[in-house]
């Protein structure tokens, strides 16, 4: 403990090198005169790709969280190629780049060369819950995009069987405090899983052979019945049951019933002990405390590594570099 001011010393030069001197560059008036419908013309076409598509928007907001954990919000994940970010494991059940190319030439017509993908990423994952019934916070905006991809830290994604201290270990890295783990964890109150992502807790806990203790035992009937064991891994079921389509505070009433779906979510709530319980208690019972720490946290999360200035480029297509 003597070496604590060290210690200190060295975590803040971790977040400081983490966030950069370049994040006072990010501003919500970034592109006030270059291109001052962004917004509008993000929401235009992501209004319509929902109709095409009822569950557009939480994929759309999970692009931005699997850009943003590995090696920074810059659109490396974009990229395609037989050796990027997209091929690896935890991105090939990820979806929505059509539409993030359709927002792409609808801001090369209204503003050629001005908009890059990673702030078309960051202002999707806002209007995606916006638009979803959640809240709206001011995105900052000028990240740049990425030259390259960076799949040599796609691990940094979670894969949802996590204990809670290994989670709670990465988000610490990237300067994520526990209120801001149970916020974001909470982007799972929309959306969809694969089979794959939790059957090992319906069947096989921890190499038990056995079900996982915590799986509320109605639930755990439901999930078999919709994911049976040897079955196709790939199928999808809705995280929350009662609202999947809304962004609200409902994961969080989920978690109290010991209905979390994924290992990670339920740990929030089953850890014994956990800081965590607490802020899912909180976030159960005011959901206007969820959407304040979820928009704060998006923020943070939003200004991690960002490239700006003259770093990276504006890419004119997001699948390429220029």
């Known amino acids: 403990m003597a070496s604590f001011p060290k210690i200190t010393a060295l975590f803040l030069l971790a977040i400081a090198m983490m966030f950069g001197a370049t994040n006072a560059q990010l501003s919500a008036t970034f592109y006030a005169k270059t291109c001052p419908n962004v917004s509008s013309i993000v929401r235009s076409v992501l209004q319509t790709a929902r109709g095409n598509d009822v569950w557009i928007y939480p994929k759309l907001i999970r692009l931005h969280f699997h850009d943003c954990f590995v090696n920074g919000c810059d659109a490396s994940l974009l990229l395609n190629g037989t050796n990027t970010e997209k091929t ?41 819950v916006s638009l979803s019934g959640g809240p709206t916070w001011t995105v900052p905006l000028g990240r740049r995009d990425s030259r390259a991809p960076h799949k040599e830290k796609i691990g940094n994604i979670p894969s949802g069987h996590e204990s809670l201290a290994t989670i709670k270990s990465l988000f610490t890295t990237f300067g994520f405090d526990s209120n801001d783990l149970v916020a974001l964890s909470g982007v799972h109150t929309f959306g969809r899983a694969q089979c794959a992502a939790f059957t090992d807790r319906l069947y096989n806990f921890n190499n038990t ?12 009937t439901s999930l078999k019945s919709q994911c049976p064991q040897n079955g196709n891994p790939t199928s999808l079921i809705n995280i929350d049951e009662q609202t999947p389509f809304n962004f609200d505070n409902k994961y969080f009433l989920n978690l109290q019933q010991r209905r979390g779906l994924l290992q990670t ?31 704060a946290a998006m923020i943070k999360m939003g200004n991690l590594n960002p490239l700006t200035g003259t770093n990276g480029e504006i890419r004119l297509d997001c699948k390429k570099i220029n």
């Open 209 to 220: 052979g056995k079900p996982d203790p915590i799986l509320n035992a109605t639930y755990l």
């Open 265 to 295: 979510d339920q740990e929030l709530f089953s850890t014994p002990g956990a800081d965590t319980i607490a802020l899912v208690n909180k976030f159960a019972s005011s959901q206007s405390q969820f959407f304040s720490s979820f928009s």
């Open 88 to 128: 690896e494991a935890p991105n090939l059940s990820t979806d929505g780049y059509g539409v993030i190319d359709d927002v792409k030439t609808a801001l090369e017509k209204a503003c050629p060369r001005v908009v890059s993908c990673a702030d078309i990423l960051a202002l999707a994952a806002q209007l995606s």
